[in-house]
């Protein structure tokens, strides 16, 4: 299987002699049940489940320390990600923050970690490549039950898309790989956002940003969002938590400080601005950063891989809208500069979310 084991992931100790599965082409997602799933790509900790009316909706992956992950197939959409972060007999805390959406009797989710692809025309504007058809299962993979493993796939025209989960004791790798099959280039913007929880609004920050660039973006729109692009780029209303106000956007400032205290309101993408990526010399973000929740004692590190910019917003006052707790969203991008994919080439990214906890 085009797994994320080829990807430089942290900890490549783990997988030793892993043992995948081969299937024919994958039938419709609507013509297979979870039971036909776990007949043919279940084993010990990865486990399929049917919804309410009778449709594949979900894989669980359960590693052998307890930590587990849960994501929807129809959305790939990450619902539930429970590290083991405490040494006590249940240490997995939830790290995910994944709200319901829609009216009653809705299935529809928001939060999570979701994948953003979209195709960029001149011409055209923005289209996104995850509407319509939805994923099917492809392939698992595992090491024991130490490292879990499911790849879904699907495609939009000339482009094949796959996105591979995996799930290791201490932590959890996202990765996205599109192949164009067309005649011509295409480009992309893309991202892996991230809904992290936090206990407190007052202690939660992000760490290893220091000297970066960033100018104040929205998001890009996808369906998993809390904030919306408008709403996230939103004025906070005044009071004891009011921001200090971000720069217009557009307008690039480099941060001086270690840390980046997400108490109040921001949108923002920490990116090379897209005049200096014309020198022969420019910096870039950092490959990795730290997201820290005070509250918990708890520190998780994003770790990019292919994607060349890295978003990060907080909700501010705006949290209360949205249950009891405090979140924040972040991940890796490509949004101001698309990435080029010439024909019978292939563009790869991956979000990787780490821990030390229990050390």
Known sequence: MAALLSFPIPKPSLIRASVAVTPKSAPALSSVSAEELNQRFGRKGITFRDDDGGGVASVEMTVRNGSSVKFRISDAHVTSYKPKVFWKEDGCEEVLYTIGAGGEGSTRLKGGIGLVLNEFSEKDGTRGLLDGSQWSVKDVDSDAIDALQVELSRSN??????????????????????????????????????????KSRGGTAVNGLRSCSYCSLPPLSSPFEILSPVEAMKIESPGWFSSEGEDKPGSW?????????????????????????????????????????????LFFRMIKLGFEDIYLSSPGSLSKNYGKEYFICTGPATMLVPAVVEPGEGWRGAQVIEHDNLS
């Open 157 to 198: 025209g000339s482009l094949d898309i796959k996105y591979v989960i995996t799930i290791y004791p201490y932590s959890l790798a996202t990765a996205v790989m599109v192949t164009n099959n067309g005649r011509k280039a295409v480009k992309l913007t893309s991202a892996i956002l991230s809904h992290l929880r936090s």
């Open 253 to 297: 400032t480099v941060q001086e400080v270690p840390f980046t205290i997400l108490e109040n309101k921001i949108s923002r993408v920490y990116a090379t601005p897209p005049a200096e990526r014309q020198k022969e010399f420019y910096n870039t973000p950092p490959s990795k950063y730290e997201t820290l929740d005070q509250g918990r004692e």
